[in-house]
């Protein structure tokens, strides 16, 4: 600016100057936000990859998402655990189904401390599985059990599993009492 007015035959050269200097720092700053975008959605030890970066960069993201929330395989299908100590209790619709409780609940057909698991594609997106659909629910035991059960259908379902692993146990109990008896 200082040159345009000692140098007033030159005042055009500076001026392009001036304008091509605003706009490269302009660029400059966009192109530095941008890179942080990434950094800043997957986590601080994300890099830029390039050809010789490329497979590590993105990888061994296996039981989380990018929310950094747990992600549970169910029959091949990907679920994102959206919702954990939820309590759920039986409706009185038709169905009886379980939805999440809110104020007192009946102290018979309440389930708590569930987790709501929800489509993983569905959970992504912007508003991170706010809208997506609860496919299944996951107790304080661990136990898994679709949506659509009711209160009933979820207590005989969860007897019935109970069952088949006091069963696997004693069947593996007794194949060690038979691997013992031979040695």
């Known amino acids: 600016m200082i040159k345009m007015a000692i140098e007033p035959d030159s005042k055009a050269k500076y001026i392009k100057l001036a304008k091509n200097t605003i706009i490269a720092s302009v660029l400059i700053t966009l192109a530095l936000t941008f890179i942080e975008i990434p950094k800043d959605y997957f986590g601080g030890t994300v890099q830029i990859a390039d050809e010789g970066l490329g497979d590590p960069t993105f990888a061994k993201i296996e039981d989380k998402d990018a929310q950094n929330r747990e992600v549970v395989t ?3 299908r990907r679920y994102v655990v959206t919702d954990t100590g939820k309590t759920i209790t039986s409706t009185q619709s038709i ?12 102290a018979s057909k309440t389930i708590k401390n569930v987790s709501f698991l929800r489509p993983f594609g569905d959970c992504q997106d912007f508003w991170k ?35 088949q692993n006091q069963v696997n146990a004693e069947q593996q109990n007794q194949e060690k009492v038979e691997q013992q008896k031979e040695e």
């Open 74 to 76: 169910i029959n091949g």
């Open 129 to 163: 599985g706010f809208y997506a659909s609860i496919d299944y629910y996951r107790d304080s035991d661990g136990f898994v059990f679709p949506s659509s059960y009711s209160y009933d259908d979820y207590i005989n379902a969860k007897e019935e599993k109970e069952k």
């Open 95 to 106: 169905d009886g189904s379980l939805k999440q409780g809110v104020g007192l609940y009946g």
